[in-house]
């Protein structure tokens, strides 16, 4: 590269390896690091936000439909995947911990582990989606054989309790309109339902793509200490990995109780 | 001009052998540059391309404003010229304008590092918003786009039969680069100060441009999940803020402005820090409340998150919750304030010189005053109420942000062009420029105050057939055509000063500042050895004098 060749401002011969050309030294190369990584949570934080704020307004102004909603999700799925992605959170520190110790087989170990452990996630979340497609509550028409349908099962001749009665006298009118000065929405049930389908989908299919990239990450990371990169003095790639990892598993412990618990009727999952 | 001291004498100027130009000269050396001020170069040509395609939508919105009567084009062709003029000249010009540029080249040489903390991320900003503008010129090419800049639901979502999703996407896609150099920003200024350069000697266009970078990091990642929203809208087929589904139009505006107002002090804030340091330079004094004026930045910052309501007093929000935000919006003029009489503060009794960035900083605090003081007529509820969506909004934040922003960042652009290339630019054609800008600019805008206040709505291809209405409409199209005009003069003599131009010596200003101290322009890795900064920012009073002070002695 023409821009590395300049004499006079290179590093000592007894510089670290990894020092960049532009940083003074180490220290002030994993400083940068480790608060560009922490900015960078920050704006995700902000982007996950946004997202919460629409789940917060909506599920006050549709609770009973959001609840009702909820009750379609399958906790004991939910559950499992919490507990996997915590545990991937102890393999992730303990990668971080072996890599400033320096010992170069355990943090290849823990990394695969923790890869294993977000896939895992990943699969589970694969058959919650594909349940969802079946039971046609994927919302609006993005599979147009499969169209949402809040009354799928009760068409099906199963029994569904859930719904106020009194919600069939607004059934199928979407044309509603705003009414009075606090702008109520006022939809039907079932449509409300498919709007807390809508947020389920965003926000979990959002954190999915975090985890996918989080994967990805975790591969180079694995190449990077396989072919031992990592040192005592040098590791902080591992450790900004990890902190990336621990955000998205936070995000999943805020998303698990306000998509599958909150106003919940039974552990059971509704059916 | 700068005594001939300070500018080497009668030495003959010659370039430095080795800078950051010819360092390398294949298209590659600069398509894959890791140099800050290579990127800084990219962007420029970048978003000098944007800056005439949108105005290229200007001219055509102008043209059929001359007459009444919508005759020039269809109504659809008006509401789309007016959303790509808004879409390209915001999202492609104005927000990277002066940070992606002159930030870029001179955040590393004012802080005395060798580059931004995360080389390949910045040039990799540059290229999300390539990525981003040709996804929105894609959406221009195609068909064009019609939902105003603002991409309002449910308008967006379902009724637009126009390439909102190309757009949107564009958008969606340049927030991150917005994201990056902010990020980048604020990770070098915390960590590669030179030695010595502690938080109180940072030259204001740094902690300007901090300021900026804490809005981007945290407002841009907001307006990217809202558009995100918009598009699985579109995708899904269902709406999100659609009422029929129990959702709400209110929250995509809520959203929205959470990021859009604070947008607005991403594109003012860098040039009240290029202004700062015009100001010093040309009339030949430290800053008059330094450390006012730098905590003035972080307070617009911040005071902008809290703000964003005042946009929808119309829009069926509370009462209440206007009546704080009007509150709040006032508030926000305080910091405003204090810059603008910190700048004055500073020309009193100074020596002042009127060269080119000089009368592109003095136009700049005019046109700020009076963009900023209508802002407070649009923070009153009752007021904003009678001239929402008219033109007197239009006047109001085109003062800003042409009256602002471009001011700014032309003038930085001439103060820092010896630096950026190692030419002077002709002096006389510029000032002649400037001068051109600063009439054309005012009489585009001033009328539209004045008949926007008497009513004339904004986003219409057509107005009432009334004589005084047209007058000033007419005198808006001429004062655009002046301003047009004065904007081509720079594109031609600085492309002819990188050839023609003399040569500059390190420091043509006779300025403080670390970037004045290595050559122009500067070597790939900024300077010889490292700096090491003994000195408080702005001292242009005389060197000896200061020794004789000597910090024991009372001063003056
Ligand atoms: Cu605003």
Redesign the interface.
């Known amino acids: 590269m023409?821009?590395a060749v300049?004499t006079?401002?290179e590093h000592p011969a007894s510089a670290h390896a990894a020092l960049?050309?532009?940083?003074?030294n180490m220290e002030?190369q994993r400083?940068?690091g480790t608060?560009?990584m922490w900015?960078?949570l920050?704006?995700?934080i902000?982007?996950?936000?946004?997202?919460f704020?629409?789940y917060i307004?909506?599920r006050s102004?549709?609770a009973d439909?959001f609840a009702a909603a909820s009750n379609r999700l399958n906790v004991t799925m939910g559950f499992i995947n919490t507990i996997v992605l915590i545990c991937s959170s102890l393999t992730m520190a303990l990668a971080v911990y072996y890599s400033q110790v320096g010992k170069r087989k355990m943090i290849v170990v823990m990394l695969i582990l923790t890869m294993m452990l977000g896939t895992t996630f990943l699969v589970v979340k694969a058959f919650e989606y594909y349940d969802k497609y079946e039971k046609s509550e994927?919302?609006?028409?993005?599979f147009p054989s499969r169209p949402?349908n809040w009354y799928a099962e009760e068409e099906h001749g199963k029994q569904v309790t859930q719904e106020p009665a009194r919600d069939a006298a607004t059934e199928r009118n979407?044309?509603?309109?705003?009414t009075g000065q606090e702008?109520k929405?006022?939809?039907s049930f079932a449509?409300?339902a498919?709007?807390f389908f809508?947020?389920y989908?965003?926000m979990t299919g959002?954190h999915a793509l975090h985890m996918v990239i989080g994967i990805g990450m975790l591969i180079v990371l694995t190449i990077m200490a396989w072919r031992d990169r990592f040192s005592p003095e040098y590791h902080s790639p591992v450790e900004l990995g990890g902190l990336y990892w621990h955000f998205v598993d936070i995000v999943w412990i805020f998303l698990f109780p306000l998509l599958y618990l909150l106003g919940a009727h039974g552990i059971s999952g509704g059916h | 001009m700068i005594d001939a001291a300070s500018m080497g004498g009668d030495l003959p100027v010659v370039p430095p052998k080795?800078n950051y130009i010819n360092?390398?000269y294949s298209i590659k050396?600069w398509l894959l540059?890791?140099?800050h001020k290579r990127i800084a170069i990219l962007y420029l040509i970048t978003i000098t391309f944007f800056f005439f395609l949108g105005g290229a939508f200007a001219v055509m919105i102008r043209l059929e404003l001359l007459t009444p009567a919508s005759d020039l084009v269809q109504p659809e062709t008006y509401n789309k010229f007016f959303t790509m003029h808004g879409v390209v000249m915001i999202f492609l010009f104005l927000i990277p304008s002066v940070p992606a540029t002159l930030g870029n080249f001179l955040v590393p040489l004012m802080i005395g590092?060798?580059?931004?903390?995360?080389?390949k991320i910045n040039l990799l900003s540059w290229y999300i918003l390539v990525i981003g503008g040709i996804f929105i010129l894609y959406a221009v090419v195609a068909g064009g786009v019609d939902t105003g800049w603002t991409f309002y639901t449910p308008y967006s979502s379902t009724y637009s039969n126009t390439y909102v999703m190309a757009a949107a996407i564009g958008v969606f896609i340049t927030g991150f680069s917005s994201?990056l150099t902010g990020?980048?920003f604020?990770?070098?200024i915390?960590?590669?100060r030179a030695p010595g350069m502690t938080w109180y000697r940072l030259p204001l266009f740094i902690w300007s441009h901090y300021a900026t970078s804490l809005i981007m990091?945290?407002?841009?990642?907001?307006v990217?999940?809202?558009i995100?929203?918009v598009g699985?809208e579109r995708?899904?087929?269902?709406g999100?803020f659609d009422?029929?589904?129990?959702?709400?139009p209110?929250?995509f505006q809520h959203?929205f402005w959470f990021y859009s107002h604070p947008a607005v002090y991403i594109m003012l804030l860098p040039g009240m820090g290029v202004i700062s340091e015009l100001i010093t330079a040309f009339s030949r004094k430290n800053m008059f409340g330094y450390k006012f004026v730098a905590y003035a930045s972080l307070g617009i910052a911040i005071y902008g998150f809290l703000v964003w309501g005042h946009h929808m007093f119309t829009s069926?929000q509370s009462i209440y919750g206007s009546l704080v935000f009007s509150f709040l919006t006032y508030f926000v003029a305080i910091p405003s304030a204090i810059k603008v009489f910190n700048w004055t503060a500073t020309l009193y009794r100074g020596s002042i010189s009127y060269d080119t960035p000089m009368l592109y900083a003095l136009g700049f605090i005019g046109f700020f005053l009076i963009g900023g003081t209508t802002g407070l007529f649009l923070a009153a509820i009752g007021l904003d109420i009678h001239v929402h969506d008219t033109y007197f909004v239009v006047a109001h934040f085109h003062y800003i942000m042409v009256g602002g922003t471009v001011m700014a960042y032309l003038g930085g652009l001439h103060y820092w062009w010896p630096k950026l290339t190692g030419r002077m630019y002709p002096e006389g054609w510029a000032r002649l420029s400037a001068l051109i800008i600063f009439v054309g600019f005012n009489l585009t805008f001033f009328p539209q105050f004045v008949v926007g206040y008497m009513g004339m709505p904004r986003r219409y291809a057509a107005y009432p057939d009334d004589p005084v209405w047209q007058m000033l409409n007419v005198l808006s199209t001429a004062g655009a055509s002046i301003l047009g005009a004065g904007y081509l003069l720079p594109m031609v003599y600085l492309p002819w000063s990188m050839r023609y131009g003399k040569y500059a010596p390190s420091n043509p200003w006779g300025a403080t500042g670390l970037e004045w101290q290595t050559t122009s322009p500067p070597?790939?890795?900024n300077f010889?050895?490292?700096p090491v900064v003994t000195w408080e920012p702005y001292e242009y009073r005389p060197r000896e004098e200061k020794v004789v002070v000597n910090k024991i002695l009372p001063t003056d």
């Open positions: 023409a821009e300049h006079t401002m960049q050309h532009h940083f003074e002030q400083e940068a608060l560009g900015i960078f920050v704006t995700e902000m982007f996950f936000g946004g997202m704020m629409a307004l909506y102004y549709n439909a994927i919302p609006g028409r993005l949402f979407p044309q509603a309109v705003p702008q929405p006022d939809a449509s409300r498919e709007m809508f947020i989908f965003a959002i | 080795d360092r390398a050396s540059t890791k140099d590092a060798k580059d931004l903390a995360f080389p994201i990020l980048n604020i990770v070098t915390h960590t590669m990091v945290l407002g841009t990642p907001v990217a999940v809202t995100l929203l699985l995708v899904f087929r269902v999100i009422p029929a589904i129990g959702g709400d209110i929250l959203l069926g070597p790939t890795e010889e050895e490292t």
